[in-house]
């Protein structure tokens, strides 16, 4: 993916390694799906459906059960999850030269106005306005969302027994987009880099090296849900360049 490469290029150099890529993907009970016989969403009007079905059928068992849940606090995440609607719809919130803000298009707005009528209150309860991650994410790990949006790492944390009520019962699919258009997801990379002021450029160098060897990458994907291992981008391995 292109995009997750030039963050690392300025001015025609490289002046960062890959670690990891964060993707926002979607969550849901694997179980309950099956149980309902419905198939696992690709547009979000499919997944509110399939929410407020399930909902109200277990209302006599979860009373606390909610459709969905994301990150909605007034913080980073509430950018990621509202660009990924937003996007979805066909909008943008800056024009395609980043000088003019469209936050005002047709397209962004019936995405923002899905969002406040839909979800805050509807699908998800009104609290996922104070929710970032880890809120959001113990609310499904507790058994109490039927879907939930978060990056990678939670899949790791929904199967694991010691700290999830849902483990062995979660499925994981690309976030659902609107009508005929595919969903989209926020990217969030994680890089090494070494500081052009740096004393000891050559340990910390070392240290790039081993955090992007294949037995840490290894056990980074294995054990940590991390995605995209860098080993990916060997080529850019090559084209480091320290810019001291």
């Known amino acids: 993916m292109k995009s997750t490469t030039e963050v690392m290029r300025y001015q025609g150099h490289v002046h960062a ?3 990891f890529i964060d993707a926002g993907m979607l969550y849901y ?3 309950l799906l099956e149980k309902y016989h419905l198939p696992v969403p690709r547009t979000w009007s499919e997944l509110a459906a399939a929410a407020r079905r399930i909902v109200s059928a277990e209302r006599g068992t979860q009373p606390g059960l909610a459709g969905y849940s994301g990150q909605f606090k007034q913080y980073e995440g509430l950018v990621c999850n509202l660009l990924e609607f937003v996007a ?3 909008g943008r919130f800056v024009d395609e030269q980043a ?3 469209t936050l005002s298009e047709p397209a962004t707005l019936a995405a923002i106005r899905w969002v406040r009528d839909e979800v805050i209150g509807g699908l998800a309860p009104r609290s996922v306005l104070t929710y970032q991650e880890p809120e959001s994410l113990a609310l499904f790990v507790q058994g109490l969302a039927v879907f939930h949006r978060n990056w990678p790492y939670a899949w790791d944390v929904s199967n694991d027994e010691r700290a999830s009520r849902v483990a062995g019962k979660v499925g994981i699919a690309p976030l659902p987009g609107f009508d005929d258009e595919a969903g989209r997801s926020a990217l969030g990379g994680w890089l090494y880099g070494v500081s052009a002021y740096s004393g000891r450029a050559d340990s910390a160098w070392a240290f790039v090296e081993f ?3 294949e037995e840490t990458q290894r056990h980074f994907a294995l054990h940590a849900s991390l995605a995209l291992p860098p080993r990916i981008y060997l080529g850019l391995m ?3 360049a320290f810019t001291g």
Do not use: N
């Open 17 to 19: 390694v890959p670690a």
């Open 88 to 90: 979805a719809h066909g």
């Open 211 to 213: 955090m992007t060897s």
């Open 99 to 101: 000088a003019h803000a």
């Open 238 to 240: 090559d084209a480091w």
């Open 29 to 31: 009970r694997k179980d």
